[in-house]
């Protein structure tokens, strides 16, 4: 035996002991391109925005293949079916929801990506994977918990109740729908699935937390158990996939026990429960992106709830994952002059933006959050303002059509120090993405910013104007960058 060959072989049988000391060995992980080539492969296209209602989802649970089995567990205050979606052979029971708050939908639209995937043919280069989690779990899915709400695109049922506050009270049909849910089912995996506001950032940093994690509490001492020290690890793995396609943009939701809540409940009932939050992405207003993470990581932990190989993670990665925090503004310009009754000050201004819908279409609203030293926020976009001063923006008050108002004459009268236009009241509501505020009827618009007012006012410097806020959308003047939503007339 040569020296080499002995070294090798004294190599082998010191990674063997090293292995059997280690126990069973840890089954592979899935990688990262593997969970975006399938959700390349089979997300849903007819969903592309993430407001819409039962009737958008009806057909797609419809014309499921044999894959699935489908159930009607009841129905809403005003009669729409709560689906139950069985998929799989395995004894390990996992049951996922979403949208019980009606207008937190990225998480429903990923279901629907994994039901096509979860269907696909079983000769294709996922059938492996796959079969993996068909021959192991039972998935129980109810993709549209709030189906009322869904239709208005808001977040309670049409009692105006919170169903995510009625999991012991139980005066919503659809929160009784979802606690007799998993009684029946007695899963050992939940899955609940909502998103939050955009305004969240991994604490620290400037980093939106696009997508928060919880072990929910079971208690108020927010003791760890086995219940839920096994959601913890599934997390751990979960957050693994979020690293690599998105660091730093994970948070880590508070845990302070809340009775009343769905998640909170299930841990204590004993199912390990999973709370995943849709936070924000940069210029992912429709949230398609978040929606593939949202896939990626739920496939993801499928598989390693499948293969066990969550066991292998620790509590301790769960808690290293940054705390959420709400940190995060639209806009947020820094270090600007301005003057209060002839008083000269330096300050920093954050706006966020409302969303606001008419007949399916998304329209933003700028308003001023906040004011004074900023300095421990962030924005997901930001201006340093030294050496530039706030100048309010002038109103053209001759009434004009929209209709005649073309891009070139906006661009001009913005260029010009007039911010607002009047527009013939007929107008009113019609969108447009002009940088311009269109208003309509007699009320002047009052164009002076301030704490919860409108944000429309320009940034000038050495008497010449450079910026312009309008409703809330930063414009640079020298390079007429646009508005990435439209507005409506006021
Ligand atoms: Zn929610």
Redesign the pocket.
């Known amino acids: 035996m040569t020296t080499d060959l002995r070294f090798l072989s004294f190599l082998s049988i010191v990674m063997f002991i090293f292995q059997a000391c280690q126990g069973p060995q840890k089954p592979a992980m899935l990688d990262r391109a593997v969970l975006e080539e399938a959700f390349i492969e089979f997300h849903e296209h007819s969903i592309t925005k993430r407001r819409f209602g039962y009737d958008k989802i009806a057909p797609l649970i419809r014309n499921r293949t044999k894959a699935f089995q489908n159930e009607i567990l009841g129905h809403s205050v005003e009669g729409r079916p709560v689906h139950a979606l069985t998929y799989g052979e395995g004894g390990v029971k996992v049951l996922l929801w979403s949208q019980?708050?009606g207008n937190?939908s990225t998480a429903t639209m990923a279901l629907f990506d994994l039901f096509n995937f979860l269907e696909g043919s079983d000769n294709d280069p996922f059938a492996e994977l796959r079969s993996t989690i068909r021959q192991n779990l039972l998935l129980r899915f109810i993709p549209m918990v709030n189906p009322d709400g869904a239709e208005r695109f808001q977040?309670r049922n049409i009692q105006h109740i919170d169903l995510?506050r009625d999991a012991i009270r139980q005066s919503s049909p659809e929160g009784i729908l979802l606690r007799e849910a998993r009684e029946a089912f007695q899963p050992e995996f939940g899955f609940n699935l909502?998103?939050?506001n955009i305004y969240y950032n991994a604490q620290g940093t400037s980093r939106p937390a696009t997508i928060s994690v919880l072990a929910p509490a079971y208690n108020e001492a927010r003791e760890i158990n086995a219940v839920r020290s096994k959601a913890m690890k599934l997390i751990v793995g979960m957050n693994r996939v979020l690293q690599e396609e998105v660091p730093g943009h994970v948070g880590k939701y508070n845990d302070t026990f809340e009775p009343r809540a769905f998640g909170d409940n299930f841990q204590k009932w004993g199912t390990s429960t999973i709370l995943i939050?849709s936070g924000g992405y940069p210029d992912d207003p429709e949230k398609q992106y978040i929606r593939k993470l949202n896939f990626m990581i739920i496939l993801n932990a499928l598989y390693e709830i499948a293969v066990k190989r969550y066991e292998h993670f620790t509590e301790e990665d769960y808690f290293a994952i940054p705390d959420n925090d709400s940190k995060l503004m639209d806009l947020l310009i820094r270090n600007l002059s301005t003057e209060a009754a002839g008083y000269l000050y330096q300050t920093d201004i954050g706006i966020r933006r409302s969303e606001q819908y008419q007949n399916d279409t998304l329209f933003a609203r700028g308003n001023v959050s906040d004011w004074g030293d900023l300095s421990v926020y962030y924005g997901y976009q930001e201006l340093d303002a030294s050496g530039m001063s706030l100048v309010h923006g002038k109103i053209w008050d001759k009434e004009m059509a929209l209709a005649d108002l073309t891009e070139s004459t906006a661009w001009e009268m913005l260029q010009q120090g007039y911010m607002a236009v009047r527009i013939r009241e007929q107008d009113k509501g019609k969108p447009y993405d002009l940088p311009l505020v269109l208003y309509s009827g007699d009320r002047a618009r009052n164009m002076s910013p301030g704490l919860d007012n409108s944000a429309d006012f320009y940034l000038e410097k050495a008497g010449e104007l450079q910026y312009a806020v309008v409703n809330g959308f930063l414009i640079d003047l020298k390079n007429r960058s646009s508005t990435p939503l439209l507005q409506r007339v006021e």
Do not use: I
Request: net charge negative; glycine share 0%; charged share 45%.
């Open positions: 019980m708050h937190e977040r995510n909502h998103d939050q939050e």
